[in-house]
């Protein structure tokens, strides 16, 4: 890809969180930017397209398309499905994957690449708030709207650029992991879980592909890894590069959180640089141990990096994070109501335990609305045991996002069944205003709801603080 041969970028799906931030960063370089995506865009990459005087076409129609130097079409699109890329491959217009275009966009500068199944958003966001608490801010392209730095991506005179390594196929013609792409320097690997069932066959599938992944790291490359995770240790034994482990468990480690104490919203703790006489008493305002594994990881890429750790760790108590984290929405007549990105049943779990640790004492309200029918039916067994730490769990349809049903032969009333094994309190409450409506009829002061969805579902959360 020459990209001084491009002066025009169309975007397909730009709509997208990280599709967005790609678009705003390609356009504070100086191309001429459209785009399109379906009926409605949603916060956060409404907010990102309209800061940056973006205008897009709602709703596909090949009339959008014009004449560009260069289509970058979103991983769900097909020329079966979208006028668009249909119109692209019949007007033989260059396209490609936007991993292919950010790595073009920087392929000059070092590359920080945070990867695995769960934790990537947050990690590089404590990168990125450490980097600049450090006096030493970089380049960013992150899949969540940071509200530390209210945006998703940031540029500047950094020679150092930090993006998500996403293990999902890249386009409909490019069916390798996005993470293929970028060849990191420095990569970061948070944990390895089964998850994109529509994709990958088994585990032995995905992990195929992080050995992949890591064969794209420089000899001379760091692996900054979690010890604590089974699938990550096991990918990295007998591995040639450079690897500094971060973990709460083991003894092989490089950096490590002891002394863990979670009360009154915050997380205390210990954090030790084994073999040294450095260590560091945190007070972070993120709650849950996969938060602990998080800020090790930035901890360590940092050291890595060469800064000074001491104001970046002070700086964490006021660390908000990623929008969708685990991100209170407000207080309404004593209800605490919570948005949350949780899809996979891990996530689901260690976020529900982050809940119980923060409100010991209250009610914890699970919306858990399913994403796509095949990760739903490969993991109804796994998701039966998530819930246990909510009080009430209630579950709405399937988000069937790019796939149908009578493909699968799952719904929500199966998944409830399964839940209703081991938890007492479950409902399936189809509809939006249906689960609503149950909420404000239900809920009371000290309780808290936790909404947990990957479509504009979450919309439910502030609706909910309105009208109870």
């Given amino acids: 890809m020459d990209l001084n041969k491009i002066k025009t970028i169309h975007f397909v799906g730009i709509g997208g969180v990280a599709m967005s931030a790609v678009a705003a960063v390609v356009k504070q370089r100086g191309f001429t930017v459209t785009g399109s995506d379906a009926e409605n865009i949603y916060p956060p990459a409404s907010i990102v397209l309209k800061q940056n005087r973006i205008e897009y ?28 890329v249909a119109e692209v491959l019949k007007k033989g217009i260059n396209y490609a994957s936007f991993a292919e275009l950010i790595y073009n966009l920087f392929i000059n500068h070092q590359r920080i690449i945070v990867s695995g199944t769960h934790g990537k958003t947050t990690t590089s966001s404590l990168i990125a708030y450490g980097l600049r608490a450090a006096s030493k801010p970089i380049n960013f392209i992150i899949g969540g709207y940071v509200q530390d730095f209210k945006t998703n991506f940031q540029l500047n005179n950094s020679d150092t650029v930090l993006f998500e390594g996403d293990e999902y196929y890249s386009s409909f013609s490019d069916k390798r992991p996005k993470f293929l ?23 032995n599938d995905l992990m195929d592909k992080f050995k992949k992944l890591i064969k794209t790291v420089p000899p001379e490359g760091i692996i900054i890894a979690c010890h604590d995770n089974l699938n990550v240790k096991k990918l990295l034994k007998d591995v040639d590069r450079k690897i500094i482990w971060y973990g709460i468990k083991g003894n092989s480690l490089d950096w490590k959180a002891e002394k863990i104490i979670q009360k009154n919203g915050m997380s205390n703790y210990i954090v030790r640089k084994v073999g040294t006489a450095e260590k560091y008493d945190v007070n972070s305002s993120l709650a849950g141990d996969h938060n602990v594994l998080n800020v090790l990881a930035s901890i360590a890429a940092m050291d890595y990096l060469k800064c000074d750790l001491s104001n970046p760790i002070k700086m964490l108590s006021e660390f908000k994070g990623p929008s969708r984290r685990f991100e209170l929405k407000g207080v309404a007549r004593g209800v605490t109501v919570i948005d949350d990105y949780a899809h996979h049943p891990t996530a ?11 409100y010991p004492n209250q009610k914890i309200w699970a919306v858990f609305e399913p994403h796509t029918f095949s990760r739903t039916k490969a993991t109804v067994g796994e998701l039966a045991d998530a819930f246990v ?44 205003e249906n689960v609503l409506s149950h909420l404000v009829s239900n809920c009371k002061a000290g309780d808290v709801v936790l909404i947990m969805a990957v479509g504009d579902f979450n919309k439910i959360a502030l609706e909910l603080i309105k009208k109870i």
């Fill in 181 to 203: 792409h970028y060849h990191p320097d420095i990569l970061i690997l948070t944990n390895i879980d089964m998850d994109h069932f529509d994709y990958y066959k088994n585990i």
């Fill in 389 to 432: 730490d909510a009080d009430a769990v209630i579950i709405p349809d399937i988000y069937p996002a790019r796939e149908k049903e009578g493909d699968f032969k799952i719904n929500s009333r199966v998944l409830v069944d399964e839940i209703s094994k081991n938890h007492q309190n479950v409902s399936y409450i189809p509809g939006r």
């Fill in 348 to 358: 689901v779990k260690v976020t529900l335990q982050a809940a119980r640790s923060k």
């Fill in 57 to 84: 076409f709602s709703g596909y129609d090949k009339k959008n398309v014009g004449d560009p130097d260069l289509v970058i079409i979103s991983a769900g699109e097909t020329p079966e499905k979208n006028p668009e």
